[in-house]
């Protein structure tokens, strides 16, 4: 299976002499855990995933779609204001087939990442920026604990920016989510990740047993 571990931004970038320029972000990528969710038995006919783009800077959810055969995830994200560093936080989640309530919906993992829109993070009429998902400028988590902040010093403007976007995320990302059921990698509180229960074809048990 061909791992395609970026993210490509095409940009609409504004002229000399302008301000901020509004851009349409494109997605075609297979994020850093697709290998792995390939590799997972429990994973069952049927069950439908789904991904979604949270943008720093007040701009409303991005609904992406994905691929059910390689869990590519593709989408388009309008009117992205460049200018500014973003931090992005992609969430990840699956349903069974058959959904009876939104509570079924699981979030099985997140990607970190940021990307910078600045004149500094860009040439003179460049149109595409890469943002490279798996790289040192992103991270995945699979679990709540892998979200913590607390040796970080998220007061500080002087960190690196992949902290300022962890900050970003533990604050303001996956409290953004507009299901809050997604805002948890442990969905039944029972000290195993959503993702390794739905490897071993556990996830939905809770569920059923209501």
């Known amino acids: 299976m061909m791992a395609i571990r970026f ?3 095409c940009l609409a970038l504004c002229g000399l002499g302008c301000g901020g320029s509004d851009t349409m972000m494109h997605f075609r990528a297979t994020l850093p855990f697709a290998q792995k969710l390939s590799n997972c038995s429990g994973v069952a006919t049927g069950d439908i995933f789904s991904a979604a783009l949270n943008i720093s800077g007040g701009f409303p959810v991005c609904d992406l779609a994905v691929n059910a055969t390689d869990f590519t ?3 388009e994200c309008p009117d992205i204001v460049t200018g500014q560093e973003r ?3 992609i969430y990840y989640s699956v349903a069974p087939a058959q959904v009876t309530s ?3 919906n699981k979030a099985i993992a997140y990607d970190i990442s940021y990307v ?3 004149s500094d993070g860009l040439e003179p009429g460049q149109t595409e920026q890469i943002v490279d998902i798996g790289g040192s400028q992103s991270e995945t988590y699979y ?3 892998d979200a913590d902040v607390t040796e970080i010093n998220c007061d500080l403007s002087t960190i690196p920016l992949f902290d300022q976007a962890r900050c970003w995320v533990h604050d303001y990302g996956i409290g953004g989510i507009p299901n809050s059921g997604l805002e948890t990698l442990d969905s039944d509180g029972d000290g195993i990740d959503n993702f390794d229960e739905l490897c071993s074809g556990t996830l939905f048990d809770s ?3 209501e």
Request: net charge negative.
């Open 7 to 9: 993210i490509g931004l």
């Open 73 to 75: 995830v593709s989408g």
């Open 87 to 89: 931090f992005l936080f």
């Open 102 to 104: 939104l509570e079924q």
């Open 116 to 118: 910078d829109l600045t």
């Open 143 to 145: 679990s709540d604990a």
């Open 207 to 209: 569920d059923e047993s």
